[in-house]
């Protein structure tokens, strides 16, 4: 993996060429707005692209939102609040369209696999039929305006207080999230608790690579990355199970299948998180830029 292909990676990076080690306000906003404007881009290319704009825009909603919680620590709940709402409408949004693209995805990836979905009536599930309807003019006009939105908001936030040490410990507060829902893993393997998870890990990752310049851990992104993917995984079963109607052969078989990705998961979070919370807190202070020294 190269992790700095990424453009938060690359934003961060960029930081180093200058004389001294930036302000974290400085860098920090500098991301947010950076991703807001890629955010409101991919807006305007949904009509043109709907898949690839459509899936692009979900992803930087989630790079905003993990980025926006190193900032926590110097926003006031009036001001993270309306931020952190906004950008889970532009989430929303499109949300059905990227659900059955998804849906879609898993069916080619079970017919690559030899699995043959079939429904209640015995009758193969065809992709066609995951398929959602293209987003309305009115709705395209709505996620532009929302998007240009966030951007503007996003350059006028003030973040006085934040300092490389609160950034440390929204990191840390991550991690500490991460790793509780890891310790869990083997007894709480229902849909929302491992959802709830793989938000937190999709979190960690994205800090992780915002802050890659100072901390490195490419092993640490990619044992990461690769976590999320699974827990992705069992999601898009879960979701595939409940909302379609299938046959028992077909829920034995993706029974067996969600089973064995678990298995991988308890595995691959023990490693992501084999630090304790306080390892890893101190671990990141020593190495952020400290401006007092």
């Known amino acids: 993996m190269k992790p700095l292909t990424s453009v938060i990676a690359r934003c961060s990076t960029s930081e180093k060429a200058h004389a001294a080690a930036p302000e974290a306000a400085v860098w ?16 305007h290319r949904v009509e043109a692209h709907p898949d690839t704009a459509i899936h692009a825009l979900r992803k930087r909603m989630k790079k905003l939102l993990a980025l926006l919680r190193l900032a926590r620590p110097a926003l006031s709940v ?31 990836s079970l017919d690559h696999d030899g699995i043959c979905p079939k429904d209640a009536a015995g009758r ?11 987003l309305t003019k009115a709705t395209q006009e709505q996620l532009t ?3 240009s939105s966030l951007t503007d908001r996003l350059g006028r936030l003030r973040l006085f207080s934040l300092s490389w040490e609160t950034v440390a410990e929204a990191y840390a507060k991550t991690y500490r999230k991460g790793h509780k829902a890891s310790e869990r893993s083997d007894s709480e393997t229902g849909t929302e608790a491992l959802h709830t998870w793989r938000k937190v890990v999709k979190d960690h990752y994205y800090q992780t690579l915002a802050l890659y310049v100072w901390l490195g851990h490419p092993r640490r992104l990619r044992r ?22 299938i046959d028992e052969s077909t829920r034995s078989v993706l029974e067996g299948r969600r089973h064995k990705l678990l298995s991988r998961i308890q595995k691959k979070g023990a490693r992501v998180y084999a630090k304790s919370c306080h390892e890893m807190e101190q671990e990141v202070k020593s190495q952020l830029p400290d401006l007092e020294m």
Not at 28 to 43: C, G, I, P, W
Not at 88 to 99: E, G, M, P, S
Not at 124 to 134: E, L, W
């Open 28 to 43: 920090l906003k500098r991301l947010l707005v950076h991703m807001a404007t890629l955010a409101e881009q991919d807006a």
């Open 78 to 108: 009036e001001q993270f609040a309306p931020l952190k709402g906004a950008i889970r409408n532009l989430k929303r949004i499109v949300a059905t369209q990227r659900d059955q693209v998804v849906m879609s995805q898993l069916l080619e």
């Open 124 to 134: 193969k599930i065809r992709r066609k039929s995951v398929r959602a309807t293209v």
């Open 145 to 147: 305006r929302q998007a």
């Open 224 to 245: 990461t990355r690769r976590l999320s993917s699974l827990l992705g995984k069992v999601h898009d079963l879960d979701v595939f199970v409940q909302t379609q109607e």
